[in-house]
Structure formats: structure tokens, C-alpha cells
């Protein structure tokens, strides 16, 4: 199966706000709402931000929020900050291969 | 709560290789326990999944060739890669799917596959 869709690249000054979207089929994230989003800095292991579509983790800034409508899911990032530069990854269940994530998406401060 | 994954070398195509997850803070056994891996300069994949009541799960890419597995005694999820191909290069981290829910909040820093000849 193939990867959820994400944009390659998005930016932002100090401050702003920026949205990331990710795309799937209803076979993944538009029938289910075990959507996920996850930070990764260079040469670190993956962090987890948002789950079950808008929730956030203990010790996750209330500057990031999730949602979904229909076969898309996006992450909002709010004030951005530099340290927000990453690469952000959404991941869904799915019913064909268990969970699936998108092909990454970097976020630059500019 | 810490993993901590090792057992990541270099090795030639058809090869085999363990990885070991060591956990802290938390019990393997009673946890759904994935492992996701990572090509160089490319996204998060996920390869494998072992319930806490047993059952466990494979991405197609693996499937036949890789064993989840863990030892309640040592607190450790494995991974075994048998027949390893070159696109299995990877950073392979472990990690904790919550409740079954299809997320993973606790992440080991990761090992490092390489399958070359």
C-alpha cells in the first residue's frame, strides 16, 4: 500500500502559523480516526505530538493541533518556533497493512 | 521509560541478523510492541507488531523473512531478519503502540542495519 501524502516541504516565519496536510483512502485514515502525527529532528528517533486525530501527549505545547475531514488529516502549528524545525510525519491505521505513515513533510523556520 | 534497541551491523545480502529492544520502565509483555524502520534519507516504515496477548503482525516487505518475538524474563523484544536484502537497510527503532491504538509514544533511539556486499 502505498504512503499517506504529504507535502514535501512547508515554511514559516517566527510567529505564524502553518498547516500540514496528509491524504489517504478511506481504507486508512478517511474510515478511521487513529490518525498520528509525529517530530522528527536529524538523527533522532521519531516524537510523538498528536494522536487519535487531535489529541496531544503529556508535555506537547498546546501550539499544536490536529483534525480530519474526510480522507484528510493536518497538524496546525501556531507561533512557530525555531526549534520547530523538523520533518513531521502523519501515520493512520490501516485495514490492509496495520498502520501506514506519510512520506514526511520538512518544516522550515524561516 | 526507556528502550534501548541494539544488534545493527553491517552484513551482506542473504544474511541474518537479531536486534534486541531492551526495556526500562515499562513491562514488554504486557505492552503491543512494533518495531519501525527508517531508509536512509527516506520516512518511517512500519515492519512489525507483537500483541501483548501474542499475536503479532508483519508489513508485507518482511513477511516470511522476519520474526517479532519477546523474553518476559529480560524485559526485551527481538526482531529476527532472515534472508536480509539490500533495501532492508535501515535505522530500526523500537516502540510502544499504546493500548493497541495505533500510536507509538515511547521510541528507542534506534539501530543501525546496513545490508551490503
Known amino acids: 500500500q502505498s504512503a499517506l501524502t504529504q507535502p514535501a516541504s512547508v515554511s514559516g516565519s517566527p510567529g505564524q502559523s502553518i498547516t500540514i496536510s496528509c491524504t489517504g483512502t478511506s481504507s486508512d485514515l478517511g474510515d478511521y480516526n487513529y490518525v498520528s502525527w509525529y517530530q522528527q529532528h536529524p538523527g533522532k528517533a521519531p516524537k510523538l505530538m498528536i494522536y487519535e486525530v487531535s489529541n496531544r501527549p503529556s508535555g506537547i505545547s498546546n501550539r499544536f493541533s490536529g483534525s480530519k475531514s474526510g480522507n484528510t488529516a493536518s497538524l496546525t502549528i501556531s507561533g512557530l518556533q525555531a526549534e520547530d524545525e523538523a520533518e513531521y510525519y502523519c501515520s493512520s491505521y490501516t485495514s490492509s497493512s496495520y498502520v501506514i505513515f506519510g512520506g514526511g513533510t520538512h518544516l522550515t523556520v524561516l | 521509560v526507556q528502550l534501548v534497541e541494539s544488534g545493527g551491523g553491517l552484513i551482506q545480502p542473504g544474511g541474518s541478523l537479531r536486534l534486541s529492544c531492551a526495556a526500562s520502565?515499562?513491562?514488554?509483555?504486557?505492552?503491543?510492541m512494533s518495531w519501525v524502520r527508517q531508509a536512509p534519507g527516506k520516512g518511517l516504515e512500519w515492519v512489525s507488531v507483537i500483541y501483548s496477548g501474542g499475536s503479532t503482525y508483519y508489513a508485507d516487505s518482511v513477511k516470511g523473512r522476519f520474526t517479532i518475538s519477546r523474553d518476559s524474563s529480560k524485559n526485551t523484544l527481538y526482531l529476527q531478519m532472515n534472508s536480509l536484502r539490500v533495501e532492508d537497510t535501515a535505522v530500526y527503532y523500537c516502540a510502544r503502540e499504546y493500548e493497541g491504538n495505533y500510536y507509538m509514544d515511547v521510541w528507542g533511539k534506534g539501530t543501525t542495519v546496513t545490508v551490503s556486499s
Open positions: 520502565g515499562l513491562t514488554v509483555s504486557s505492552n503491543y
